[in-house]
């Protein structure tokens, strides 16, 4: 440490008196880099925090995906295209079936179904990023079995009841089970 000191040293007098070598500016710029690059002044630091290297960390996300057998080819840049894609696609519908709010008894089916297509949108945009597989076995883990089986449960009731059977009571009772399952 003390030499790392008196080389600071040095370059500051050398910098002071004028006697730099060609192009002071430059090896000035260069020197303190160096200096700081080296990591002289961590010595001094107590690092027990994390590390400041989160590369491994960011793309752990990517390498799990990476080995999805359903979609093994698609890149990080296509995987974040494709999620911003499917999240817009989820906003807008949720966007058009808040706009049914003020007639919701009138026009219930159509809030149910624009409401369950971005239901089904927004899960579709984290399975593009994270991949198939891996947020299929993310959402059936125990600690999320009894909310992903009550959702998807209440999910495809609203749309069979929408559609299918054309109900307006009994698509309404599975609408507000859906949203309460989300507030679950």
Same mark, same amino acid.
């Given at each position: 440490?003390?030499?790392?000191?008196?080389?600071?040293?040095d370059?500051?007098n050398?910098?002071?008196?004028?006697?730099s070598s060609?192009?002071?500016l430059?090896?000035?710029?260069?020197t303190?880099?160096?200096f700081?690059?080296k990591?002289?002044?961590?010595?001094?630091?107590?690092?027990?925090?994390?590390s400041?290297?989160?590369?491994?960390?960011?793309?752990?996300w990517?390498?799990?995906?990476?080995?999805?057998?359903?979609?093994?080819?698609?890149?990080k840049?296509?995987?974040?295209?494709?999620?911003?894609?499917?999240?817009?696609?989820?906003?807008?519908?949720?966007?058009l079936?808040?706009?049914?709010?003020?007639?919701?008894?009138?026009?219930?089916?159509?809030?149910v179904l624009?409401?369950?297509?971005g239901?089904?949108?927004?899960?579709?945009?984290?399975?593009?990023?994270?991949? $198939? @597989? =891996?947020?299929l076995?993310? *959402?059936?883990?125990?600690?999320?079995?009894?909310? +992903? #089986?009550?959702?998807f449960?209440?999910?495809?009731?609203?749309i069979?009841?929408?559609?299918? $059977? @054309? =109900?307006?009571?009994?698509? *309404?009772?599975?609408?507000?089970?859906?949203i309460g +399952? #989300?507030?679950?």
């Open positions: 440490m003390n030499s790392n000191y008196s080389k600071l040293k370059f500051v050398e910098n002071k008196n004028g006697t060609s192009n002071g430059s090896d000035a710029k260069n303190v880099f160096d700081f690059n990591n002289v002044l961590r010595n001094d630091i107590n690092t027990t925090g994390p400041l290297d989160t590369n491994d960390q960011a793309d752990s990517f390498k799990e995906a990476e080995k999805d057998p359903f979609c093994p080819n698609l890149t840049s296509q995987r974040v295209i494709g999620f911003m894609i499917c999240l817009v696609m989820g906003a807008f519908c949720m966007g079936a808040s706009l049914y709010i003020p007639v919701i008894v009138l026009k219930s089916r159509k809030f624009l409401f369950s297509l239901s089904l949108f927004f899960i579709a945009s984290f399975s593009i990023l994270w991949g $198939v @597989k =891996s947020h076995k993310h *959402l059936f883990s125990p600690a999320r079995l009894p909310f +992903t #089986l009550s959702y449960t209440t999910l495809l009731g609203t069979y009841y929408a559609i299918i $059977v @054309k =109900s307006v009571l009994i698509t *309404l009772l599975f609408a507000v089970l859906q +399952t #989300l507030i679950w």
